[in-house]
C-alpha cells in the first residue's frame, strides 16, 4: 500500500480532532454482486455472474466534517457461452472528506481518493494470460440522508475525476504467461498513465435503508460502473444488494 495511502488520512484525521470532539463509527458489509464485463480482448464476449464481497468502513466526525476509510474485496465468477473466469476486485483503501451542508448536516461534499485493483483470468479463453485495470484516483463525492418515520435513508454519489492507471498490453501469445505473486503485483502497477474523465472513469451510487435508529442491521444497493475508454478498452457494471452490520448502539 503506498504510505500515501495512510498518511494523508491520519492528517486528515489530526485537522477533524482540532475543531471539536470527534465521534467514531464504524461498520461491516457483505455483498451479493451480479458483475458484468466487456474486456475489448475478449472478442466482444460479454461476462456475467455471480459475486460475494465484503468491506469495512470507519468513520469520524465532528459538527463539520466527516472522514471515512473503506477497504473492500470482491470475488465473482462470471461466464459466457459456457466459458468460466475468475474476477477480483481489490480497493485496499477508499477515503472520503466530506464538508457537512444543509439542515443538520444532511448534505454533504468533498474530495475522495482510491487505490483500486481489477484483475481478471479466463483459462478456458485465453489460458493463463493476465488482465487487469488499476487505478490510483482522486474524485469527488456527495452524500444525503433523509428521515422518514422511523426509517433512515442514505444516498452516496462517488466518482473519479483524475488519477493514473494501468492496464494489460495487447498482446500476441496469450500461452505466455507468469501467474507468481510477485509478477502479478508487477503487472498491476506496470506503465502507470495519468488519466482524466475523458479516458477512464469509476463511479458508483449506493443507497442505505436503516429500519430504525436501534437497529443492528441494514440494507442496501449499490451501482458501479467502471470504464476504460483507451486501447485495449474495458467496461464494467457490477449491482450489488448489501447487507450492512451495525455496531451495538
Not at 451479493?32 to 469520524?60: C, D, H, T
Not at 429500519?211 to 457490477?238: D, K, M, R, V
Request: glycine letters at 8%.
Amino acid at each position: 500500500m503506498n504510505k500515501c495511502t495512510i498518511f494523508i488520512p491520519a492528517i486528515l484525521l489530526c485537522c477533524l480532532q482540532t475543531h471539536s470532539q470527534v465521534l467514531k463509527t464504524h461498520d461491516h458489509s457483505i455483498a451479493l454482486n451480479f458483475l458484468q464485463i466487456k474486456e475489448e480482448m475478449n472478442y466482444g464476449l460479454v461476462f456475467r455472474g455471480p459475486g460475494l464481497g465484503y468491506a469495512y468502513s470507519a468513520v469520524w466526525e465532528n459538527a463539520k466534517r466527516k472522514l471515512e476509510l473503506e477497504p473492500r474485496l470482491d470475488l465473482s465468477v462470471p461466464y459466457a457461452k459456457g466459458v468460466i473466469a475468475a474476477s477480483m476486485n481489490i480497493v485496499p483503501l477508499r477515503f472520503d472528506y466530506l464538508f457537512k451542508t444543509g439542515k443538520e448536516g444532511r448534505v454533504c461534499v468533498g474530495p475522495c481518493a482510491i487505490a483500486e485493483y481489477n484483475y481478471e483470468l479466463y483459462p478456458d479463453l485465453q489460458s493463463g494470460y493476465s488482465f487487469w485495470f488499476t487505478n490510483f484516483s482522486l474524485g469527488g463525492v456527495g452524500t444525503v440522508y433523509f428521515n422518514l418515520n422511523k426509517n433512515r435513508f442514505d444516498i452516496s454519489l462517488h466518482t473519479t475525476l483524475i488519477g493514473f492507471t494501468s492496464r494489460q498490453p495487447v498482446y500476441d501469445d496469450p500461452y505466455y504467461f507468469d501467474l507468481s505473486l510477485g509478477d502479478i503485483v508487477r503487472f498491476v502497477h506496470q506503465d502507470l498513465q495519468f488519466g482524466s474523465f475523458g479516458s477512464y472513469n469509476n463511479s458508483e451510487i449506493e443507497l442505505r435503508w436503516t429500519p430504525n435508529p436501534s437497529s443492528s442491521l441494514a440494507y442496501g444497493y449499490c451501482f458501479q460502473f467502471y470504464g476504460y475508454f483507451n486501447e485495449p478498452s474495458l467496461a464494467i457494471i457490477n449491482q450489488s444488494v448489501k447487507l450492512f452490520i451495525l455496531p451495538k448502539k
